[in-house]
């Protein structure tokens, strides 16, 4: 009985730890995917991306198109006395029509980009500084009959014959019916946060990503000391503080490394002043830079950030404007799209201990039911409930055959 007893409890455990460790292990490992049928996996196939969304439309505010619009398949159709500016904003594609009401014309030239930053950073490049400000789309300005808006990834450049009341609420409605990219290419240029606000002109910023378009919209420094080369995007501003005017040039750099040796080839160039000779080895400085005030000249680097101050402010207030400037990271956690490394440690560590605890208990559980059960049937039987002084083999004595059997030395032999 008790062998019997410890071949079942065992019997019985190594089901109940079998039977744990198939769990675990259908839980560990990842569900097959069953393969596509042939029509399922027709469907399955990546589809030929939409054409994009018409960049005008025929018709808005009473105004009709007269003609067919004229694409524009690259920067050279869509300006090309400024092509390798719009380039560098990453120019996508463009749509010239003309359309009438009335007797009036209105000339419209729309022009794509790949995103907000590259969109907002053409609307800088062809707005002059002090143009007045208009309230059409994300951002407009005016100059008589001519008005040009930004909205998404869309600049518009649209010119009246003759300009009215109502035309501000026209390019509104127009700009409604823009289609605006999302995620990400939604985003205006970061760098742009790092403005100060305070004394702001904010229709004289302007933001580059190269060469074209940081000397086209009037430069400070030379674009080849910049370093758009290394990825780097400019933002410059006018301020207007109480001693005079300053401009500040801002420099977003991908690393603070790169920023650090660009601030120092910055900083010798200007420390060297404006060179007297025409084939000196650095580049003449610019027209900004010759009208400001010598002494208030000054650089300073924040992180991956190099701000200039120049313009005819007095050296404090131009060192309290160039202080203000501060880069700020932000972390952002980016959800794993996967499981973790950690994660399927700790579930297999808990799985073991799991596979422990059911172990353990079914051995316990076993053990009190298989040993309560012998108890009671030895009670039944009028036996003590333990067993240990109970014989364990069966014992014959054979001392009483033996006296009683004749001695075999007095027998007589058979044969005599």
Known sequence: MRWMSILACSVACSAALLGAAASVQAQAAPAKKAKPAKHEAAKAAPATPPAPAALLPDAFAGWVETEPAKKLTDAAQADAANAEALKEYDFSDGLLAGYKRSGETLTLRALRFHDASGAYGAYSFYRQNGWPKEEVGSGATSDHNRVLFWQGNTVVDANFSE????????????????????GPRALPPPVMG?????????QTTHYALGPAGYTGSGGVLPADLVGFDRGAEVVTANYSLRSGPATLTIIDYPTPQMAAAQEAKIRAYIKAGSPKQANAPQPAWSKPLQDSDQASLEVRRSGPLVALVS??????????????????????????PTESEVAKTSRLLMGIAGLVIVGGSAALLLGFFLGGGRALYRIA????????????????????????????????????
């Open 194 to 202: 790092n403005l100060p606000k305070d004394a702001l002109d904010p």
């Open 163 to 182: 300009i009215g009341p109502m035309s501000g609420s026209e390019l509104r409605e127009l700009a409604g019916e823009l289609t605006l990219p999302d």
């Open 381 to 416: 039987r009028g036996r003590p409930v333990s067993s240990v002084y109970d014989a364990e083999f069966i014992r014959i004595d054979l001392r009483e055959e033996v006296a009683k059997a004749p001695n075999p030395v007095d027998r007589a032999h058979p044969k005599g």
């Open 311 to 336: 313009g005819d402010a007095v050296p404090d207030e131009s060192h309290k404007l160039l202080a203000t400037v501060h880069f700020a990271a932000e972390l952002t956690s980016i959800p794993q």
